[in-house]
């Protein structure tokens, strides 16, 4: 599975090179007030992936198909007024253009040979200190294929011995 992030990392950089920070998300966002949770910073704008879930079924042998469930979060600090008479609305325009990007970037990506990325959920909340999430929950067929390696086994020795006939 790290194979996937890795893959999604390098697309989602390559895509929005402007983003300070893409990786995966182990509750950076969550520990902006935490001061006891040690932690790298977390910059803006940026992108934290997480893949909480995988479900599996078996095809063959060992081997096994499963659909992995992604979420991707594209996190804004939004220090602009966007009020109408504001005149920073445009800000919001900005940040609906980025997540557009984002989708573009993600939608029928295939960031291994198995299958491609589809959207199944979106939501976006505010966060304290006036940063805005958007997030997107995407999955992608996935498989884990366990070839059976056949082992040759020893040779056999076999010993005839001749024994003596009784008469």
């Known amino acids: 599975m790290e194979l996937l992030l890795y893959h999604l990392i390098n697309r989602i950089k390559e895509e929005m090179p402007e983003l300070s920070?893409?990786?995966?998300?182990?509750?950076?966002?969550?520990?902006?007030?935490?001061?006891d949770m040690d932690?790298?910073?977390?910059?803006?704008?940026?992108?934290?992936?997480?893949?909480?879930?995988?479900?599996?079924?078996?095809?063959?042998?060992?081997?096994?198909?499963?659909k992995a469930k992604i979420s991707v979060r594209l996190v804004i600090d939004c220090y602009d007024d966007t009020h109408y008479g504001?005149?920073?609305?445009?800000?919001?325009?900005?940040?609906?253009?980025?997540?557009?990007?984002?989708?573009?970037?993600?939608?029928?990506?295939?960031?291994?040979?198995?299958?491609?990325?589809?959207?199944?959920?979106?939501?976006?909340?505010?966060?304290?200190?006036?940063?805005?999430?958007y997030e997107m929950l995407y999955s992608v067929s996935v498989k884990d294929i366990i070839r059976e390696t056949v082992t040759a086994a020893a040779p056999r020795k076999v010993v005839i011995s001749m024994g003596k006939t009784l008469k």
């Open 21 to 35: 920070l893409v990786d995966e998300d182990y509750g950076q966002l969550e520990a902006i007030d935490k001061e």
């Open 39 to 66: 932690t790298y910073p977390v910059t803006f704008p940026c992108v934290l992936i997480d893949m909480p879930e995988t479900e599996w079924e078996n095809i063959a042998g060992k081997s096994q198909k499963g």
């Open 86 to 133: 504001s005149g920073n609305m445009e800000a919001m325009m900005e940040r609906s253009e980025m997540v557009d990007r984002l989708h573009r970037a993600m939608q029928c990506f295939r960031p291994v040979k198995d299958g491609e990325l589809i959207r199944e959920k979106s939501k976006f909340y505010t966060w304290s200190h006036g940063i805005k999430v």
